[in-house]
């Protein structure tokens, strides 16, 4: 498939889900503010995105992925630390909530005596309360970062495999204004066993947080 033709394709999905979304909409029995409200939500939806695959030279492959996204979004659930217990989270309801944003990814692979791919992903994330007479109204959403970045690399050879990951997250907030940004580097060992009509058995051994790196999931509770 050339790279049109997935574009392509991926329009016709898109074309498909909103015409599948409005005419749920349109079978209501009333024109009431429910209505407007759900015909709101199926018209504020938007996703474009690109997947771009080429193979070079004799063993490398190479993999790009964008996403752009703009949603509408009614009765989204996240969690927060209750009021009582900040050791405790619990559930909330959002009633409305409007959320752009955008995944990007870039990762190469080389197949040969030994297998080893390297990624990097970027996310970022603008999701704002617009719940009628909320008090967080127009604020983002707690704790769901703004800006997210990881990268990645792993490699094997005759069952031996090692990887590492290192993790950046930033633009969070509580209810106490802006969380310092906080990231982590964590590395796998692992070694698999053929045991014939048993089949494979793996052993693993992981560390996290390798650098020791102190952050807040929540403001005054340092992890």
Known sequence: ????????????????????????VFTANEIDDDFYDELEESLI???????????FAPHW???V???LFYNSLRDKIISAPSADDPNIWRPYNIGKVLSHGSDISAGVKYTCRFIFSAEVKYSYVNAVDRTPESPDYGKRLPYVAGHSL???????????????IWQLRDGRYDSYGSLPK???LDVT?????????AGTVTMKLAARNILNERYEL??????
């Open 45 to 55: 939806l938007a996703d474009l995105g690109v997947d771009y695959r080429r193979s």
């Open 150 to 164: 990881m990268c990645s690399a792993d490699a094997s050879l005759r069952g031996w495999r090692a990887g590492v």
């Open 218 to 223: 929540s403001s005054g509770y340092p992890m």
């Open 182 to 184: 906080w990231n982590t």
């Open 1 to 24: 498939m050339g790279f049109f033709d997935k574009i392509k394709a991926g329009l016709t999905k898109t074309r498909e889900a909103l015409s599948d979304t409005l005419g749920s």
């Open 189 to 197: 060992f692992g070694k698999s066993f053929d045991t014939g009509n």
């Open 65 to 67: 992925m964008a996403d």
């Open 61 to 63: 492959s190479l993999r």
